[in-house]
């Protein structure tokens, strides 16, 4: 396959991130051998994939001559942009498994352009797939396997912060940017989006919007709803545009359909977002607890006493101990305060205050207000393996493991027999796959009415039978989810992975009314087939 | 017509609040010659309206003998019922001009009596007006003239809350509670909604969640958008309720929908919304500035360091004067900060230091930090005056005089030009139309990226003329807000009165997007017809 056809640089087409830090041989010996002794068995990897063995079924479809110069039909580019990073999709693309590629990937690198293929992938009754970064983790970007042809619009060359309003802190920026080109292009302007989720590297500006993307930050201005002014979205029935405004109360707020949309209303090109001033007061605190219902409980009161943290997220015993260093038998407190305007160190002291009156013990304190150099201590440590995790999964493929993430929201009421509910339906489920498996949960955000949980799990699996197994856990891990509450996802999305829990979640007479909506736009139901609502 | 067909107690059939409060001879002809010195001429006023002089048109439909026990066909609550406290529907009521009354007005006790009266009245081929405290101006519960039939249905008779949840800081609660009965109910509880609209004496949680009410808290959380954990409504296709969550990344969030919806797609009967401890810690400032400039620049400085005060109100130097007893030539700078839990003198510290490196001198202060019992100041002044506005609106009825408000909101960097723009298209419009007007501006909220101004206009009229002059200002003033880039209407709603505006500021798609939606539920269009959309 020529080489000339990439369009993508970089990008490794199996595992996260880039080609460059795909891993080692000695990386995934390394962390095989880990494994096994951590679950006390024998572990034999696999190699990775090579892409002169993949086999791809023949593009069912040929760009017209106007659009094939930014269409791409190689091998590369379809096997990369043929899923996203769920558990089931990192495992087929080790193996080298690629069922459904698109059989066209567009990069438009206009606005006109995106418009032309839209168009042209519409008027072909293909299936058109919006993609910004591919970090979907529920099959949000997977072409259908029923679809007769498949059109998939890489927004990336859309990537460019055309205007930057100084005074309201706010700009005009492409969909298709990825974090960090957004966040370089602002620098020059002294301002941040300051929207960091876990995909940040290779997820984009429209991707966060049409997920609801949850950024970094715990308490207040965190999710990419409440940083949107104005969307512009090209859809089959022409361009949707709202008004840039810092609030209205004008009708139904247009910008929050699109948001959560997931790219099945049509392709957002451009947004106004607001801006912050890059912080620069800091103070970080870490707090242990005996366990995790005091450091839930402090976080709650916390986040209940309106002090608006920047980071308030909670580490179960399991979580502390393998990504923060504890003991294993404290959960930890991590809380941070920033601002761009004054000191945080009152904000701090309050929230020591509560956390102490709890049972806290302080065991890490950095910030304007500590005077001299502070070693790095368990908040460093989980912040550094919080950003490494991705690539960290790379290393445990190949080895028959299964190990996933999912989240939730539930009210504070609710969430002790919630988390009890999870753990034992889920324990169960990994006993009776996989015979054994750890599980551990952190508050990734915390509302005064109740935190977000999300629990990461492990189990040893047979090479072969890993997505089988997978399979019967994630269902038993949704349904515990459902039943006991909670939301189906609070920042992965619905894709298609989600769907079932989330024809429980949402009123059934809202999912019609979507249904009705989107037929307004897309009336050919060729935007994103089977996400939100499964394959018809 | 017979008392005993009254249903509801207490209220004026034409002035705001309770008829006990409607304003006396004395107090309107004092009322009447401050204007007349105000405008330099003379003005005489006329008599309120006697229920017993009122003619309505006939009932055109009568309830079944199932529903009649809690439906009401008499003149009270059919005038009472026959529109909102708009400029046009003031002077209407005062003149003892109802046009287009209710033929039935029901007042269910219990979801089952609102379900059976929204399935008559829609078997019944009626125009629905959801109804809760009436305080609409915007024309958002007078029924169409052009309806053969219409029954409106007041909800206040669901007013309980029905279940608390402490530890969560949160409640379920009938829709059709009208605010200060809201908080009363929850005050045994220590807890608080803390959603102040103007309006609060006589608006329902229902209609603050439908018309995306803004409360008196000038940053955070303010819109009832932020408090709604989750809604039930019911709707011609059955009942529409979202699962109850802090927190959702599952799809476009359903109450994102029902908020602004107006009523033309259901009932909304009950919701579960986020509560607050009582504060218990406060701090207030007034800090005055030389004119508006400075005193703006000031609020966007405080709320871009994301101090989060309860308060921060801009008062141009006509409504300092006219309302917080300032010179004329000073703006005012309402700062204030409130908590549950932690003491506020240092977050009223770095604003004070803000508003002071802008040029503010601070002309009050109060709160936990001042020592001392301090004398009512500006700030204090502003709140009566800000308090008891619609109860002196009554004492201005019958001298001819135009007098309303109208909001907007728009980003910083185009608010001067936005002030400038609504200022001389308005002022012309006065001008052209009575003369002579005043226009003072507030801004009542502020966010990061711009501030939600407020204007308030008075100019003498002629009466019997007062209508057609205020459409004359009226529409100059919402032409202006559109041309500048603002929204028509930043907490008013859209109701009627804001259609041609909104359906420039909404976009096309979404506009037809969401009639789908509304079609999908309410397929024969009978819910509050011409709301929204206009009339068909």
């Keep these: 396959m020529a080489q000339e056809s990439r369009k993508t640089t970089g990008r490794s087409f199996w595992a996260w991130g880039l080609e460059a830090l795909e891993p080692t041989a000695a990386q995934m010996a390394s962390a095989g051998a880990a494994l096994a002794s951590r679950f006390g068995m024998k572990l034999t990897g696999q190699a990775p994939p090579r892409l002169q063995d993949v086999k791809l079924r023949r593009p069912r479809l040929k760009p017209p001559a106007t659009l094939a110069e930014f269409c791409a039909t190689g091998k590369f580019e379809r096997a990369l942009h043929s899923c996203g990073h769920s558990f089931p999709d990192r495992v087929s693309k080790f193996r080298g498994e690629f069922a459904t590629p698109p059989d066209v990937v567009a990069f438009p690198r206009t606005e006109d352009e995106a418009v032309a293929a ?21 099959g949000g970007v997977t072409p259908p396997a029923e679809a007769e042809r498949v059109v998939t619009i890489d927004l990336t060359g859309l990537n460019r912060v055309l205007e930057v309003d100084r005074v309201s802190r706010a700009a005009r920026i492409q ?20 929207h960091f989720p876990q995909s940040f590297e290779f997820s984009t500006l429209g991707g966060w919007i049409v997920t609801r993307s949850a950024g970094h930050y715990a308490t207040n201005r965190t999710h990419i709803d409440e940083f949107v002014e104005s969307i512009r979205m090209i859809t ?26 997931e790219g099945t209303l049509g392709l957002v090109t451009e947004a106004w977002v607001r801006l912050q001033a890059k912080p620069r007061f800091r103070e970080s605190a870490g707090v242990a607890f005996a366990g995790l219902a005091p450091a839930a409980e402090a976080a709650r009161r916390i986040v209940q006493a309106n002090l608006w943290p920047a980071n308030c997220r909670v580490l179960d015993p399991g979580e502390s101990a393998t990504n923060a260093g504890l003991t294993g038998a404290q959960a930890l407190l ?9 000191p945080q160190a009152s904000l701090m002291r309050d929230a020591l205050d509560i956390a102490m009156e709890t049972g806290g013990k302080i065991v890490d304190r950095a ?44 009210t ?21 796959v996989a015979g054994k498996g750890d599980l551990n949960c952190r508050f990734t955000h915390v509302y005064p009415d109740g935190p977000a949980p999300y629990y990461s799990f492990t189990c040893p699996g047979r090479p072969g039978s890993e997505v089988g197994m997978w399979q019967e856990i994630k269902a038993a891990a949704s349904e515990a989810i459902i039943a006991a509450g909670g939301t189906i996802t609070h920042h992965h999305a619905v894709g298609r992975d989600h769907v079932a829990g989330y024809e429980q979640e949402a009123p059934e007479l809202f999912r019609a009314a979507f249904r009705s909506m989107k037929s307004s736009l897309d009336p050919s139901e060729l935007l994103n087939p089977g996400v939100l609502s499964g394959s018809r």
Tied chains: 1, 2.
């Design 118 to 138: 839209l168009d042209w992938a519409y008027s072909s009754g293909a299936a058109v797939i919006p993609y910004g970064g591919g970090s979907s983790v529920v």
């Design 175 to 194: 969909a298709g940017v990825l974090g960090p080109d957004l966040e370089a292009q602002l620098k020059a302007h002294q301002l941040t989006l300051r």
């Design 236 to 261: 089959p029935k022409g361009i949707w545009e709202s008004r840039r405004l810092p609030g209205s109360g004008a009708g139904p707020d247009p910008n929050r359909i699109v948001c959560g949309s």
């Design 334 to 342: 991590v809380i941070g305060f920033e601002s761009s305007e004054v």
């Design 367 to 410: 910030g304007d207000s500590v005077p001299g150099p502070v070693a790095p201590g368990p908040v460093d440590r989980w912040r550094t393996s919080f950003i490494q995790m991705p690539y960290r999964w790379n290393e445990l493929l190949g080895f028959g493991l299964i190990n996933d993430t999912f989240e939730s929201a539930i």
């Design 412 to 432: 504070w009421d609710r969430w002790p027999d919630f988390d009890k509910a999870v753990r034992a339906k889920l324990g169960r489920a990994m006993r009776e």
